[in-house]
């Protein structure tokens, strides 16, 4: 547990005043935060497309209901993605109390498939018919984000695997910390596709019912798709608009390992290296993470490398077990949308003060014995500091340490 004097400062660095997301919990932060404290989960059989050929029909869907709703909150576009990024940067900037009033405002967006997803829609018995080929674009992910949130800085969009979600809040971080902007619009999306499908069908990482992350008996990930976004700001910029801080992005670390395309390296060093990185650039120790908001996707050979990782980079002979818990088994993995589904999260928590559960758990792996697996049902806890990971196929890996406002700061 942190102590006071380790609590986030706010008069300098990096703050983070407006979240927002879309997930298939629904529409909003709250939703996402209420299935997640529940330990709801939210994945089930997928509607929007044949699934008879795979070896398990199951995804996180954003709900039909969320669909209708998002008619009243952003305009039509043939891109799911595209509008659930809109979508939640502008509860995000609601959120933030931004207004167009002179701000040096940048958009950094990761995603995987972009646009690519409405190709779907061409997809016949015979073949690729010509309908919508030209929205293979990935630009044309941010069609609908000037109608949602101003912006006249620079635009950045990064498609660095499913790590992409904390790249794009490090990458706005790094433009507030080298005066390109006062406020980053920081946001992953991603829509479902039967690519997607396909090729986790191939790699035989589906899961059959639902994914248990960190589960001695897990099977697999469900894919999913939704958005969330991020609004960072100056602490300066942030104290002189009189907005409210609701945490302190303390550090970023990424690494990459380069050792095959779509395992992970079994010594987990490049994770390793990433939260060294975070805890080294914030002047924090291991044994002040209070939480560990895990990748964990469920499947058999990346759990185990994660806890492992993790256990070695926070914990030790002689150290605390830290409180380590996945998300997945309640969204799915939503792939460019999940570094910042679960930044926000982790947002939320330490305003909470509630450690997520690890919801779909049975059984523990043997691998995961140097962490304190947080049970299904989640439980309170005072809550400094977090730690949110991400990591993709390549090995790709971001990792982020956000810190809650202490009172003494916040003065």
Known sequence: MATPMERAPVRSGVVVTGIGAVSPAGLGRRALWEAVRTGRVTTGPVTRFDTSRHPSDRAGEVPPAALSQLDSLVPPHRSLAARFLAAAAAEAAHVAGLSDDGHRTGVFAGTVMATRPVLDHGITPEGLTPEGTDWAEPERLLDLLPQAVAFDGPVVQLASGCSVG?????????????????????????????????????????????????????????????????????????????????????????????????????????????????????????????????????????????????????????????????????????????????????????????????????????????????????????????LSLAFGLGGGVSALLLGAVGSDDAA
Not at 259 to 287: F, K, M, N, Q, W
Not at 296 to 302: C, D, H, V, Y
């Open 166 to 386: 904390g790249d794009a809040v490090a990458c706005g971080a790094d433009a507030i910390a080298d005066g390109e902007v006062d406020v980053a619009i920081c946001g992953g999306a991603e829509e479902l596709s039967q690519e997607v499908f396909a090729m986790f069908t191939t790699l035989r990482a589906l899961a059959p019912d639902v994914p248990r992350p960190f589960d001695a008996d897990r099977l697999g990930m469900q894919p999913a798709e939704g958005a969330a976004v991020l609004v960072l700001e100056s602490a300066a910029h942030c104290a002189a608009r009189g907005a409210v801080p609701l945490a302190v992005l303390l550090a970023h670390g990424a690494a990459a390992d380069a050792y095959h395309l779509t395992r992970p390296r079994p010594t987990g060093d490049a994770l390793v290296r990433a939260i060294g990185t975070c805890l080294a650039d914030a002047g924090r120790s291991p044994e002040s993470v209070d939480w560990v908001c895990a990748h964990g996707t469920g499947t058999p050979a990346s759990d185990g490398v994660e806890a492992r990782a993790i256990a070695s980079a926070l914990g030790g002979p002689g150290r605390h077990r830290p409180a380590v818990s996945s998300l997945k088994g309640v969204l799915g993995h939503t792939q460019g949308a999940a570094g910042v589904l679960e930044a926000v999260v982790a947002v939320m928590a330490l305003a909470a003060g509630h450690l997520p559960g690890n919801a779909t758990l049975r059984d523990a792996d043997p691998a995961c014995a140097g962490l304190d697996l947080v049970s299904p049902s989640g439980r309170p806890a005072s809550l400094a500091t977090v």
